[in-house]
């Protein structure tokens, strides 16, 4: 059995914004967190999805060539 998990953390080391439930899992305001690793169009590439956005963040991701989460 394989287990992928994401986990993104800021430099001051949150991991979730305030209040969070089942039904928030991220807390409110953690969307910026997580923005840099789901919007490059290379991630979204490797997934079958079209469309992100071609900047630094997309470039190093396809240089690293980092295994997809569904691999």
Do not use: C, K
Request: glycine letters at 12%.
């Amino acid at each position: 059995m394989t287990v992928t998990a994401d986990l993104a953390i800021s430099l001051d080391g949150y991991i979730a914004g305030t209040d969070v439930t089942l039904d928030n899992p991220g807390g409110d305001g953690a969307e910026p967190l997580f923005e840099w690793i789901h919007n490059p169009a290379s991630r979204r590439e490797r997934q079958g999805m079209t469309g992100g956005e071609e900047n630094r963040d997309s470039e190093l991701m396809r240089e690293s060539r980092l295994p997809s989460p569904r691999t």
